[in-house]
């Protein structure tokens, strides 16, 4: 394998974490910003997206730690992965882990981008925009392989 797909997962993973965590410091040191459409707020999510399983308390962090330990584990040990979606897994490894240390640290993740233009939608942070980007890529690098 080579190593530059190593690479690629890796600076993807440590650049993902860094911006999150540099942005959160920001809003939890009191940066705030309102408009029509976007506001800038400090809200500490308990669950997933959308709030989803928050029932689950203080074993969700536990469980997300185990499922990031099983996305590296694929990522570094299945021929091809790392080749094909290095740098998305990176991407969705790095926005975890930024989420779970909110957990450790905030007892919820640090959610701040609140979209309410046309329609309310949930509130959400960097690592949730950088996991979807992700996804999108994995999905559009799946399908153009076909």
Not at 37 to 64: D, H, R, T, W
Not at 117 to 143: E, K, P, Q, R, T
Request: proline fraction near 1%; hydrophobic fraction near 55%.
């Amino acid at each position: 394998m080579n190593k530059k797909y190593y690479i690629h997962f890796f600076v993807a993973i440590s650049l993902v974490f860094i911006f999150d965590q540099i942005i959160k410091y920001i809003i939890l040191s009191g940066f705030r910003w309102e408009s029509s459409c976007i506001s800038i707020v400090l809200v500490y999510n308990k669950g997933v997206a959308f709030s989803m399983f928050s029932f689950l308390g203080e074993s969700l962090k536990f469980i997300q730690l185990l499922l990031l330990s099983g996305i590296i584990v694929y990522t570094l040990a299945v021929k091809d992965v790392l080749q094909r979606f290095g740098a998305p897994l990176g991407m969705v490894v790095g926005a975890g882990f930024g989420n779970i240390i909110d957990r450790f640290i905030h007892s919820g993740v640090v959610d701040y981008v609140y979209w309410h233009c046309y329609f309310d939608f949930a509130i959400f942070n960097f690592a949730d925009a950088m996991i979807n980007v992700a996804i999108v890529w994995i999905i559009y690098v799946s399908l153009k392989k076909k």
